[in-house]
DNA sequence: ATGAATGTTCAACGATTATTGAAGTATTGT
DNA sequence: ACAATACTTCAATAATCGTTGAACATTCAT
């Protein structure tokens, strides 16, 4: 997980309206939910949530697939395990770089 | 930790300057850093790097402490064991709301 | 007191994001 | 073929974010 990822992942979180979808979606995980779904149970305006939907595409955490003319969003569980694990070992105990042993909390 | 304070920490962490700050003072920890040394470390204008550092402690990732004429940052390390609990809780398996055990990758 | 050091706030600008309605692309049903 | 469905892309707007230099407080040294 490089940084520049992370940064992707995180910046798709930082809207509530993402990060509901994004939960919907895990919480329908592994099938996901078609656009028309995740639209009526958040109550989104489709065009707002095809917006939002993008965004969490380019940063990995949701994948896309056609299923006849309905388009069906899935949560990438990996990717999120990989964001996990990242704020584990470079943003919570300071081992990132010396290397130091877990002493504080962890 | 609600939804809401979730997507402060998001939108914090979602700038790569802001992140390289973060990790930075998490090598620190529990010390932490004054603005100074962060600007040099880092090579960031202060006027950019207070910029950032007003947002970073408007979510609670880090705080500050004056030390005469230094200002003292510190990352809060709990919050961020706090954000880790919340993604593996509501981001992850699916099992925020359905109460549905853990069976995939968790 | 005066000047230097530390760091923030303010103002201004360009760049990016969020939201909405209109138009467009595929796919399905008749 | 034709109309309806599902969803996206486009265009336009308002709002927010990121960056910089100038001005501003506060603290320390002499």
Redesign the pocket.
């Known amino acids: 997980m490089k940084t520049e990822n992370a940064t992707l992942v995180f910046?798709a979180l930082?809207?509530s309206?993402r990060l509901d979808v994004f939960r919907l979606l895990v919480r329908y995980a592994p099938d996901g939910l078609?656009?028309?779904e995740i639209?009526q149970k958040l109550d989104i305006?489709?065009?707002?949530?095809?917006?939002?939907?993008?965004?969490l595409l380019h940063s990995g955490l949701v994948e896309m697939e056609?299923e006849?003319?309905?388009?069906r969003y899935r949560a990438s569980v990996p990717l999120m395990l990989e964001i996990i694990a990242y704020l584990t070992d470079h943003c919570c105990c300071g081992d990132g770089d010396k290397k130091v042993k877990r002493t504080r909390n962890c």
């Open positions: 910046e930082s809207s309206a078609v656009a028309g639209a305006p489709s065009t707002n949530l095809s917006f939002h939907l993008k965004t056609k006849g003319r309905f388009w």
